[in-house]
């Protein structure tokens, strides 16, 4: 099994560009996270799906929207990319009720300009 | 409201020497009571957690961390670290909103040095 994936691995944005983050779980996860990751700050959430088509906000959702069409992807979207949005952000996938055990994808971190 | 503390941003240690990492908590009820581990350029990792029964609970890697329900304290400790240790590692809590939300520490940087 891959796990979760995450593509890209990097990337650089200009201010107001958008761009959507893939993440893909191949380990039949019914929830599935975005986390951004700040020096210093731990890891936030910005949303969560429960199932395919459920979908629902975190901490920070702001600037972010995300879909979950199935069971395996769940792509985070960045609309008018903002230099706040300058972060490394993981996906993570878990079990059902109660496991607490995530899976987190290797990381995407984009720099925005 | 749930939340952790980690109280050091940075833990230096001589390999071969026992380490341990801080986290303190506070819940309403029963905790439940996780570590997370990132290496350099890589996603978190599940290292151990506790639910109930003994205060000293075994992980993956050697790891295992200490329950202290007085001290609202869950450290995780390593009686010989390694270089290879050397990673953030994370404290965390459930989030009460459910679905296995998580509620993480700040994180504490480990440097073990040769």
């Known amino acids: 099994n891959a796990g979760v994936t995450q593509t890209p691995k990097f990337r650089i944005l200009k201010i107001g560009q958008s761009m959507t983050l893939q993440c893909t779980q191949d380990m039949n996860h019914n929830y599935m996270y975005w986390y951004r990751q700040d020096p210093g700050m731990g890891l936030k959430l910005i949303y969560y799906s429960v199932g395919a088509g459920i979908t629902d906000k975190g901490e920070v959702p702001n600037g972010y929207n995300v879909s979950r069409s199935t069971t395996e992807d769940f792509p985070l979207r960045l609309e008018l990319a903002a230099p706040s949005q300058t972060s490394v952000y993981f996906c993570?996938?878990?079990?059902?009720?109660?496991?607490?055990?995530?899976?987190f994808g290797p990381g995407t971190r984009l720099t925005v300009t | 409201a749930q939340s952790v503390a980690q109280p050091e941003d940075q833990v230096n240690v001589a390999e071969g020497n026992p380490l341990t990492v801080k986290c303190t908590y506070s819940v309403s009820g029963n905790p439940y009571l996780f570590w997370y581990v990132q290496y350099p350029n890589r996603g978190l990792q599940f290292l151990l957690k506790?639910?109930?029964?003994?205060?000293l609970v075994k992980g993956s890697y050697g790891f295992e961390a200490e329950f202290n329900k007085s001290q609202t304290s869950f450290h995780l400790k390593k009686p010989s670290a390694l270089v290879s240790d050397s990673a953030l590692y994370f404290c965390?809590?459930?989030?009460?909103?459910?679905?296995?939300?998580?509620?993480f520490g700040a994180g504490t940087r480990l440097a073990v040095h040769p």
């Open positions: 965390a809590v459930p989030n009460p909103g459910g679905y296995n939300k998580l509620i």
């Open positions: 993570a996938s878990s079990q059902g009720q109660g496991s607490y055990e995530q899976y």
């Open positions: 506790y639910i109930t029964g003994d205060n």
